[in-house]
């Protein structure tokens, strides 16, 4: 899922108890994200190809892309080339076209409405919107099928993370309150609902017996599906600051992979939350300060027995599953959700410098600058990424401020940039070769389908 980052002003976190109305300079402004600059071309990678596996068509996406990497490392896409230019000149890139958006509503203040990655199933879309209405359509005629409000309205707040996902006809879901919700797929009715004594804010997971949620305060809360009966919570260590977003938590065998805004990440029993290791992804500079923020933002992925994480206390790592050592760790901080595809991992640092990682070594093959200010030399203009994904056999990355980048996985160069023109705060969905993107405009929030 990606995650919101915040930009947030040193003096604003350290003062901002004291003088709550004072405008303060953000000129000024320091970033909570860790940025290393020690990344650098391994140059025995050089012979090494990038192979891109097959291209496989995937009909449904659960709400969470680390899930669906699972699955698929490189989703069906036909991207048509079209000729421009005369006819000794002529250059051909990369064709999309953006359809209608399949569903739209007046959204008021944009600051104020978050919404996140969607369900697709069944030719349906299910999607949460802020004011915590759950909603079915209809992707071939775009028709609403029905709408449940399975949180609370409210005249004078909306809800802050929407987050969804599907398991066993259920759909699973939080808004930013101490409640986690099931309801029918058929209907929207809600099955039960859950108070717990945090607030949930990673998308749920399910493995089709529990269905598991982190919380604010570093919790791992795991319940029964078919009524929400808490089964188990396993606890980690409490930060009093965080960035605003969360990994999700990764089902893998029989084990759950969870990471909290202290840096750690643990790999628990299922059945019972019992730990059976821990590591973090803190630099040692970091492991002592409040204010540095050592958030694991970016969901880990897991493969063939190695659990890749990334975390914005500064080091990427591949972590053993069987009995949590190191295989590798680098000193690259990141929030964005990045991918797996391949021998490579592709991931977006704190600098917006898209890398190719060894899946085997941690060495980069390449570094591609991605656009990282809006205005030159103005930090409070930075630029944020929400995650990207692997279709068609190139990378497609969403851009928070509504740009859909496409690039070449061999070298990371940027060959399309679409415009969506809205807030886009999840990886792009891809789902029998179309994309997919809950966002959010000046006055509306839409779905919009790019062919």
Request: positive net charge.
């Amino acid at each position: 899922m990606k995650k919101f980052a915040v930009f947030f002003c040193a003096a604003l976190l350290l003062f901002s108890c004291k003088d709550k109305d004072k405008d303060y300079d953000k000129t000024k402004a320091l970033s909570v994200f860790a940025v290393i600059d020690t990344v650098k071309i391994d140059e025995s990678l050089n012979k090494v190809e990038i192979n891109l596996p097959a291209q496989k068509n995937i009909p449904f996406w659960s709400g969470s892309s680390s899930a669906q990497n699972q699955l698929a490392e490189n989703f069906s896409k036909d991207f048509s080339l079209k000729n421009r230019g005369f006819f000794f000149d002529k250059t051909k890139e990369i064709s999309l076209s953006k359809n209608s958006p399949i569903w739209f509503f007046y959204s008021g203040e944009v600051r104020e409405h978050f919404v996140f990655s969607p369900i697709i199933k069944d030719g349906k879309v299910f999607t949460l919107d802020s004011a915590g209405a759950l909603s079915s359509y209809d992707l071939s005629n775009e028709k609403r099928i029905w709408k449940s409000q399975i949180f609370k309205k409210s005249f004078l707040k909306n809800y802050r993370t929407p987050r969804i996902s599907f398991a066993d006809g259920k759909i699973f879901a939080i808004a930013g309150v101490n409640q986690i919700a099931a309801a029918s797929e058929i209907d929207g009715k809600v099955l039960w609902s859950k108070t717990i004594s945090s607030i949930p804010i990673s998308t749920p997971i399910s493995d089709g017996k529990l269905v598991y949620v982190s919380s604010n305060d570093n919790k791992l809360y795991a319940l029964k599906i078919e009524n929400g009966e808490l089964a188990w919570i396993q606890s980690g260590i409490s930060r009093a600051t965080a960035i605003f977003g969360s990994a999700d938590p990764v089902i893998y065998d029989d084990q759950v992979i969870v990471s909290y805004s202290s840096g750690e990440i643990y790999a628990l029993k299922k059945q019972t939350g019992e730990a059976i290791w821990s590591q973090d992804l803190n630099l040692s500079k970091a492991t002592s300060s409040d204010f540095y923020l050592n958030d694991i933002d970016a969901t880990p992925l897991v493969k063939d027995g190695v659990v890749y994480a990334i975390g914005n206390g500064g080091l990427t790592a591949a972590i053993r599953i069987k009995d949590g050592s190191f295989l590798w760790k680098k000193q690259i901080a990141g929030i964005v959700d990045f991918w797996a595809a391949g021998e490579f991992l592709f991931i977006i640092d704190n600098s917006d410098k898209l890398l190719a990682v060894s899946r085997k070594t941690g060495g980069i093959k390449w570094i591609s600058q991605l656009p990282e200010l809006k205005k030159p030399n103005k930090p409070q203009t930075k630029i944020f990424y929400s995650g990207l994904v692997m279709a068609g056999d190139k990378l497609l990355i969403a851009r928070a401020d509504g740009q859909l980048l496409i690039a070449s996985p061999f070298d990371g160069k940027v060959e399309k940039t679409f415009k969506i023109d809205k807030k886009i705060s999840h990886s792009p969905v891809v789902v029998n070769g179309k994309i997919y993107l809950h966002s959010i405009g000046k006055y509306t929030i839409d779905l919009i389908e790019i062919q």
